[in-house]
């Protein structure tokens, strides 16, 4: 044991003897803690009679209290000498010495001390200079102790306090020694830092069971739970760390995160603030108040603090002990202030900084897996996969999982699933807590070019119906994720569509295993997850402002797509269109950019225009508030944010439009809006309850046919110069993507080759996906032969204004089999070129079809892959019958344009759902039936017509929601005897 006191420096130099001085020179050094300093017995002995010779005692011992517990492995004892409580003559004496002694007096059975430390380790000082504080270290930890102080006067003890105590220890499973509190904490914070919170908070919470108010563990307690997503659990603990310390900086830190992550940004700021004041190179606390100016849009504020800890780096002043934590944090400031300059300069601007990023720390996977995300975002796949292959060599398990999920986008199938494979082998749910999230990539991988056959298609469909399926079975076992769903790659199966087979058995079980993960929340959301979901704030605009209850019915669309071709074109000319007596409309625009917040075409689609982040929490938040009573989905599953969004109940009633032609069967979706030209037994195809439009539902105004640039005839002497084939040749095109392109497509291929010797068909691509491209060729190869394979060609990255020029200069246009987009159609017809189109059995085969039946056309409607071959060619070989067609949609697309029927459609089910699902309505609805009764109001039924119309239009699916194993499972069929 050491032994120090306290006392006026100056005083002890001046009047303490030489030998004195000696012995505190020799506690000022180094001593081990088994090896008592002092060795000088008391003069007299301490014995039972002299303890009780003075009463009252002029000696006090005031700290350590009776049978304390020592939190410390060090004892700071204080005394109290009275001396007016001595005679006269022992108050007048000028010699008198103060005697401290110390003996362990219970030993646990399992501790084993060295022979000195359990002697009786005494030393006395003269009090001449009033010594009362003394500093005694060395203890061990579950040893019990007693202090004895004894005041001696002229060699006559005069007063004498004893005190015992109990250094407090914990025994951790594995280790021999009883563990100091102190060794304890620096354990869990072990734990704690490499991921293990688990052990960490065990030992947490041992520590406060016996010091409820043990600051440092109250802390560490509360950031781990802060860190499991237990927020509210967390701030209580922190809030009690902080009323004990508020100079503590980890502290104020803490609790600024807490309070973000509740969304109290502006506290959080001053917290944040508060830290950095008490300590101006906590770099953890710079790092974080730039989250939190991100977080609030001022993104300025954000790229300060940002840049502040990058900075630091290069500080020859910081303390090069804490070099490993402190790069830590200046590398994650470096991947926020790269994703920030992403998000505010751009795609180039972003690779810059990860590239210099990289030669600073060419072996970090964080910068490669984030360059690879940027990289994925261009479609450079191939690049992208070289990033994710170093992290993943660096020994990044983010890395690994990356590889797998970019094998997949590329269509690598077999290898991904391969990979996936291999990541559940090296790792562990014990050692990585994200296995959910990998087992659930696995389960879902599906190709992106489909297989050669209908057979291997229905392979990979059952892979993928199996592998969720045993996840359900299995759900109680799955880790928790600490991912936001809408940020990975989660699959939202949307490529299934052209498969040419019923999807609601898949989809159902995707459905109920993403829900219950959700609503379980094993799915743990966190502010940063890959490239830091750095995003823009959400953004309102508004044209009136609406009344706190309003009685018009509040209808709000959700989509990423409203400003793009594929889905907006229609929702953006339709939803003006609506009684704005009756109906408030809301527009959540999701990833909306900055730019569009200014465009004029933004203020007239709706009365509210709100710009949602990719951020699931936020975005769920934003719509919360809006009060909504019905939501329309405009393509659920086409994006991961609004997919997973709809799975939350945010209004009443929640609807799909079929710009995704598909049933999304998400549990929380309660009706799909469909049309009139559904095959006979189309409900069997839905989970939802189905409302049939008369007409395709769609306002839209014709476009003007744009100026050409070149004549068809300049247009087709070009394509065969580039392409190198013979003047005479009959263009061909189909302007759907190549990843709708069924095997069925092939066989329609080759019948059209075969019967016409001058057929050259085209497809559009993607200059980055030239991997599909490359496998739709070798696989089209396999099912026609190598020569027939040889007139299929390629046009890469083709625009807008160059697609109409192509569908001006084609001999015939063709609709892909199975699944067709409803733009592609309305392209073609917008410049009167006929579609040869062959409706089938699921909506998606039959959008084109439906365009012609509203215009009463059925010349191009083809009723067999053989009749589908033998309309194309006759389109291109017989300029007479194109003519005709071509001149019967140019009188008739008319009707096409500004449908104020398909408004109707609209307005008369958002009637119905007001009067039969919207709560708010109903009771409205209830208290004027009870008011007319009770004055006798003799009132008619004067509801409108359209409402008993939209009754009949709406159709109860005739299946349970819930699917369960099917009975037979089947490679050459989907599934047989279905229980759902």
């Not at 696989?779 to 040889?790: C, D, K, L, Q, S």
């Not at 189109?837 to 439906?850: A, E, N």
Request: some cysteine; proline content about 4%; aromatic content about 8%.
């Amino acid at each position: 044991m050491t032994w120090h006191w306290t006392l006026p420096l100056l005083s002890v130099i001046l009047l303490m003897p030489l030998s004195l001085l000696v012995v505190m020179a020799a506690t000022l050094t180094h001593v081990p803690s088994d090896a008592p300093l002092l060795t000088t017995r008391f003069h007299p002995p301490m014995t039972a009679a002299t303890q009780m010779i003075v009463d009252p005692p002029p000696l006090e011992i005031l700290f350590p209290p009776a049978d304390h517990l020592l939190a410390l492995t060090e004892l700071h004892v204080e005394i109290a000498i009275r001396r007016d409580r001595m005679s006269l003559t022992h108050q007048r004496a000028a010699a008198s010495n103060v005697c401290i002694g110390m003996k362990p007096v219970f030993v646990p059975a399992d501790i084993h001390l060295h022979a000195t430390t359990s002697e009786l380790a005494e030393r006395c000082f003269s009090h001449s200079v009033n010594l009362t504080s003394f500093h005694i270290s060395g203890l061990v930890p579950g040893v019990s102790y007693s202090v004895t102080v004894a005041l001696t006067v002229m060699e006559r003890v005069v007063g004498i306090s004893m005190r015992t105590f109990q250094v407090a220890s914990l025994k951790y499973p594995g280790l021999r020694d009883h563990l100091s509190i102190a060794d304890a904490l620096e354990m869990g914070v072990q734990f704690h830092q490499s991921g293990a919170r688990t052990q960490a908070t065990d030992i947490y919470r041992q520590v406060l069971e016996l010091f409820p108010n043990h600051l440092h563990a109250l802390h560490l307690l509360g950031l781990s739970k802060y860190q499991d997503g237990n927020v509210e659990e967390a701030m209580p603990l922190i809030e009690r760390a902080l009323r004990g310390n508020a100079s503590e900086e980890n502290f104020q830190n803490s609790m600024g995160l807490c309070l973000k992550a509740l969304g109290h940004t502006k506290e959080a700021i001053q917290h944040f603030r508060k830290a950095l004041e008490l300590r101006p190179s906590c770099i953890e606390a710079s790092l974080n108040l730039g989250d939190a100016w991100q977080s609030l849009g001022n993104w300025e504020e954000a790229m300060h603090e940002y840049r502040k800890v990058v900075a630091t780096l290069l500080d020859a002043n910081y303390d090069r002990s804490k070099k490993s934590n402190h790069e830590k944090v200046v590398k994650d400031a470096s991947g926020r202030m790269c994703e920030l300059v992403r998000v505010s300069d751009g795609w180039y601007e972003a690779e810059r900084c990860l590239s210099e990023a990289l030669v600073r720390w060419p072996n970090e996977p964080m910068f490669h897996n984030d360059r690879g995300n940027l990289l994925m975002q261009a479609g450079q796949f191939e690049a992208a996969l070289s990033e994710y292959e170093m992290a993943a060599d660096l020994g990044s398990y983010h890395g690994n999982v990356y590889v797998a999920d970019v094998l997949e986008s590329m269509g690598e199938t077999e290898r991904s699933i391969k990979h996936y494979e291999k990541i559940l082998e090296v790792y562990s749910a014990e050692t990585m807590p994200h296995m959910t999230r990998t087992m659930v990539m696995k389960a879902t991988v599906l190709p992106r070019i489909l297989p050669a056959t209908q057979s291997l298609i229905d392979d990979a469909r059952m892979r993928m119906q199996l592998g969720m399926f045993d996840l359900l079975q299995n759900f109680n076992t799955l880790e928790t994720t600490e991912l936001d769903p809408s940020r990975i790659a989660f699959s939202t199966a949307v490529t299934v569509n052209a498969h040419n087979r019923n999807n609601r058995v898949l989809k159902d079980i995707q459905a109920e295993l993403y829900y219950k993960l959700l609503i379980s929340e094993n799915i743990v959301k966190e502010a940063y997850v890959s490239s830091y979901a750095i995003n823009p704030l959400s953004y309102r605009q508004a044209r009136s402002k609406s009344a706190a209850k309003s009685k018009r019915l509040r209808i709000g669309f959700i989509s990423r797509f409203f400003f793009s071709p594929a889905v907006g074109l229609y929702m953006d000319e339709l939803i003006p269109q609506f009684d704005s007596s009756r109906f408030e409309t809301f527009v959540f625009a999701v990833g909306l950019s900055k730019s569009m917040k200014v465009a004029e075409q933004v203020e007239q689609i709706a009365e509210h225009i709100i710009a949602l982040p990719k951020d699931l929490r936020t975005a769920r938040e934003e719509v919360q508030a809006a009060d909504l009573d019905i939501i329309v989905y405009p393509e659920l599953g086409m994006d991961k944010t609004t997919y997973f969004l709809s799975f939350y109940r945010l209004a009443p009633v929640q609807t799909v439009w079929w710009g995704n032609a598909d049933t999304s069967c998400v549990p929380t979706i309660d009706i799909y809006i469909s049309t009139e030209f559904e095959k006979e037994g189309f409900t069997e195809n839905y989970c939802e309850r189905i409302y049939q439009t008369k007409g395709m539902g769609i306002y839209h105004k014709m476009l003007e046919q744009p100026d050409a640039n070149a004549t068809r005839d300049e247009i087709r002497a070009a394509i065969q110069e580039r392409f190198g084939i013979p003047s005479t040749f009959h263009f061909y095109l189909t302007i759907e993507s190549i990843l709708h392109m069924h095997p069925d497509f092939d066989r329609a291929i080759q019948l059209i080759l075969e019967r016409d010797p001058d057929a050259h068909m085209f497809f559009l691509t993607s200059s980055t996906r030239r991997r599909w491209k490359d496998m739709l060729l070798d696989r089209i190869e396999t099912n026609i032969g190598v020569a027939n394979a040889e007139r299929v060609h390629f046009f890469f990255d083709v625009d807008g204004k160059q697609e109409l020029s192509l569908l001006t200069a084609a001999d015939s246009v063709l609709s892909s089999i199975h699944l067709t987009r409803p733009r592609a159609a309305m392209q073609a017809f917008t410049v009167g070129v006929p579609v040869v189109t062959l409706p089938g059995s699921f909506w998606g085969s039959r959008i084109t079809y439906g365009f012609y039946q509203q215009m009463g056309i059925d010349d191009v409607v083809a009723t067999s892959l053989e009749n589908y071959a033998d309309l194309a060619v006759k389109l291109a070989t017989n300029p007479k019958f194109r003519s005709k067609v071509a001149k019967k949609i140019k009188r008739r697309r008319s009707r096409l344009s500004e449908d104020k029927q398909a408004v109707r459609q609209w307005e008369q089910l958002f009637d119905y759902l007001r009067d039969n699902m919207v709560p708010r309505f109903q009771e409205e609805l209830a208290a004027d039936k009870s008011k007319d009764k009770d004055t006798n109001v003799d009132k008619t039924d004067k509801s409108p017509k359209g409402k008993d119309e939209a009754r009949r239009q709406m159709t109860d699916v005739v299946h349970s929601r819930q699917c369960s194993q099917p009975n037979v499972w089947s490679s050459e069929q989907e599934v047989v005897g279905s229980t759902c």
